[in-house]
């Protein structure tokens, strides 16, 4: 089968979109799928061969992060050359709803159309802005997907659709023989935090006020911190000699990520909203680090509700130090729980999921009929219609 896929959000900036549609065109192409996939890109010569650039995408914020996106005129045209040189049987687009080359693919395109959404929100200004935009661009998709049931959710109340709920993926076999870092843990105890330290929705700074807690508790316990944004305000607050047991390694190569989650003790996740899955807790699950998560819903569904992983109240310093540190006193929970977070894990393994995304294809597949460019002129007239003005559009 020939399959396009398109990524809203900038290749070149990690993230849990960008990573899943890597993922997903990687394990399609292992299937013996042809796979091309369209984003966004800063440097086209560092990208794979199955990805074709749009250029340089710009900062938006959406959804409480900063998005890097691209949008307008010269990345609609790009697309229309892409789904006319693809001759796709199927076109898959992520997260339609937002401002990006999605929403531009499916106006841009006819045929056999898939969208997957992977956003969980209560309100958007951004999508009730769109709302009518996005309309128009859904009654071009014939099939809808959401990665968990809180991303369904957001999709049922803003577009009044509902979708087939197909989990995020994770291939097992990149992390489950991952070593950790020369020195973790060691004979230390380690907690390990990765995300982007400076958003305030990956929740660090309520890790670090548990974290003098936790350490009055464990004296000898060190804290791990990878991802991208600078973290040093938030660690302020710690005193000198805490500050001491924490390091920093900033942004990390995705080949070593197995290794980071690996070095922990514990993993912990103490984001504070706007998560609608939790891929990093399954990584860090299929390592075999033992997981404690804010209780956010999305979370607690992928920790099987306590069964693989622990939670604790969200934005609650103090129980979260308690949860961790009577977890780092109970090696025998540890074990236990590595072992649940193995097998939990395996359900999500890409062989498996990856095969369900198929099944939706095949499902709207017809026989002799490609996906090609829509030449009714309708995206530019939409583009008028919602008011998207030069200033607005960037590429």
């Known amino acids: 089968m020939r399959i396009g896929i398109v990524c809203p959000y900038s290749w070149d900036i990690p993230g849990g979109v960008s990573a899943h549609v890597a993922d997903l065109a990687e394990a399609l192409i292992r299937m013996g799928h042809y796979v091309s996939v369209l984003a966004p890109a800063e440097f086209d010569e560092l990208l794979p061969d199955y990805v074709v650039s749009t250029g340089k995408p710009r900062a938006v914020k959406y959804n409480g992060s900063v998005a890097r996106l691209s949008f ?3 990345a609609a045209r790009k697309i229309s050359k892409w789904v006319e040189e693809g001759e796709f049987d199927v076109l898959h687009v992520h997260e339609p709803l937002a401002p990006s080359l999605s929403v531009l693919a499916c106006w841009a ?14 309100k958007s200004r951004m999508m009730l802005t769109l709302s009518k935009l996005a309309q128009t661009a859904m009654e071009k998709v014939s099939a809808r997907i959401a990665v968990s049931e809180a991303a369904r959710t957001t999709l049922i109340k803003h577009v009044d659709g509902d979708a087939v709920v197909i989990p995020n993926g994770v291939d097992v076999r990149a992390f489950c023989n991952a070593k950790p870092m020369f020195g973790w843990p060691g004979a230390n105890l ?11 929705r990956k929740g660090l700074s309520v890790l670090v006020d548990a974290y003098p807690e936790i350490r009055r508790n464990h004296p000898n316990v060190r804290l791990l911190i990878a991802g991208p944004g600078e973290p040093a305000n938030t660690l302020k607050s710690l005193s000198r000699e805490d500050r001491a047991s924490v390091t920093l390694l900033g942004m990390i190569a995705p080949q070593d990520k197995a290794s980071v989650l ?20 399954l990584e860090a699950m299929a390592t075999g680090t033992p997981v404690i998560a804010s209780n956010l819903e999305a979370f607690s569904r992928v920790l099987d509700h306590g ?5 604790f109240e969200n934005e609650n310093s103090t129980d ?13 929970q540890r074990a236990e729980l590595s072992v649940q977070g193995k097998s939990r894990v395996a359900e999500f393994d890409w062989s498996v999921v990856a095969t369900r995304i198929v099944d939706v294809y095949e499902s709207i597949r017809v026989s002799g009929v490609k996906v090609e460019p829509d030449l009714t002129g309708q995206m530019i007239g939409r583009l008028g219609r919602g008011r998207i003005t030069p200033e607005s559009r960037s590429d």
Do not use: Q
């Open 72 to 74: 307008g005129p010269i």
């Open 109 to 122: 395109a006819k045929g056999p159309i898939v969208a997957t959404w992977h956003s969980s929100m209560d």
């Open 190 to 200: 380690s907690i390990v935090f990765l995300g982007r330290g400076d958003e305030p």
């Open 262 to 281: 690996a070095s922990g003790t514990i993993y912990v996740a103490p984001n504070t909203g706007g998560e609608s899955f939790g891929i990093v807790l």
């Open 307 to 311: 069964r693989a992983g622990l939670t």
């Open 320 to 332: 979260l130090a308690k949860v961790v540190s009577d977890l780092l006193a109970d090696p025998i």
